[in-house]
């Protein structure tokens, strides 16, 4: 992987992550942008104790535009875009409309090709392991900013779940505080630990379901499965079989075999509702120990938590969706039209030939 690190006319960092090291990245963002104006601001709820970002200024971001004016794709001729150069492998740049900016964190994008008509799933193995690499590299990096405690890398995919933009690509949040999902894990884990003399819940989670019936598919080195609990109707965590805290901790033996797991796994979720259907829309999102102090979970240090993908639909059966009424918006009670056992027989049962 080569890695070239410029900057748009706007001021903002943009880094090119090659296959090839002969690559050369010296295309300049001809557009006559003004610098960036942010207004993202974090504003503590004091009864649940969690945090809301407070972004006014990303009102006015390109919303569905056509494709032939599409932002991420690479800039040809007259046509210019966020992406300087004619092509690419894999770029990361920091978000023109960010909800987190300065002392409040930092978001950027990541786009895992230049194709614009294709999706992840498209990816050669060869590219996918590329787009880990720089999930990698940018969890390091941003874990060396001052204001940031945990860095997470997502994709959302699909108009449902409000994808302004149709080009594939991901994101990556750099908070500057422990989000709450973590700290309901953190809670958990550290009460577990206690209660155990010491067991780690992430791993005995794994243990029980690796020996049960909701297991999608296992390899030497990962393992995916349906959840006991799960919240949606179609969600299978991802895990390495090797704890370790983040992206950073994955050996080289994991990392070789990731990219044929995780397309799998993928493509699994576009053939979950028959031939057809419209692409599956999902979330897939990287759970990543926190880089600030643990101070608030006696007993738990950072090597206790367990690096996994969660990924998920909100398509509950063919032509309908998942929505999060009352229950799930008013009181945190999700109800799963789908019964876990089920959704994971299902994803068996796709499996590619």
Not at 34 to 58: F, M, N
Request: glycine content about 6%; proline content about 7%; hydrophobic content about 40%.
């Amino acid at each position: 992987m080569k890695k070239t690190s410029t900057r748009l006319a706007d001021g903002r960092e943009l880094i090119y992550y090659d296959l090839r090291d002969d690559t050369v990245r010296d295309a300049v963002d001809r557009r006559p942008l003004e610098p960036t104006v942010t207004s993202s601001a974090i504003r503590r709820d004091e009864l649940l104790g969690d945090c809301v970002a407070v972004a006014s200024h990303r009102q006015g971001r390109t919303y569905h535009p056509p494709a032939d004016e599409c932002p991420l794709c690479p800039s040809r001729g007259e046509r210019l875009s966020e992406i300087p150069d004619s092509s690419y492998d894999v770029v990361v740049f920091e978000n023109r409309f960010p909800s987190l900016a300065g002392d409040s964190g930092r978001c950027e994008v990541v786009c895992f090709t230049s194709d614009h008509d294709a999706s992840f799933a498209d990816l050669s193995e060869e590219q996918a392991r590329l787009v880990l690499d720089a999930w990698t590299d940018r969890t390091s990096e941003l874990s060396h900013l001052p204001s940031v405690e945990q860095v997470f890398c997502f994709e959302n995919r699909g108009a449902e779940i409000g994808v302004t933009l149709g080009h594939p690509h991901g994101q990556i949040y750099a908070y500057p505080f422990i989000t709450p999902r973590t700290a309901l894990m953190l809670r958990s884990l550290a009460a577990h630990k206690e209660a155990s003399g010491g067991e780690n819940l992430f791993d005995a989670v794994l243990a029980r379901e690796l020996a049960g019936e909701r297991v999608v598919l296992e390899s030497a080195h990962w393992a995916a499965f349906v959840p006991y609990a799960a919240h949606w109707p179609y969600e299978v965590h991802l895990y390495p079989k090797r704890r370790v805290p983040d992206l950073l901790g994955l050996d080289e033996a994991a990392r070789t075999e990731f990219p044929q797991v995780y397309l799998e796994l993928l493509r699994r979720f576009d053939r979950i509702f028959g031939e057809g259907e419209p692409p599956t829309p999902y979330i897939a999102a990287w759970h990543q120990a926190p880089f600030g102090p643990l101070a608030d979970f006696e007993g738990v240090v950072r090597d206790d938590f367990a690096l996994h993908l969660e990924l998920f639909t909100i398509r509950r059966t063919s032509g309908k969706l998942k929505f999060l009424a009352g229950s799930e918006s008013g009181m945190s009670v999700f109800i799963n039209d789908v019964p876990p056992e089920r959704a994971a027989e299902r994803l068996r049962e796709v499996a590619s030939s």
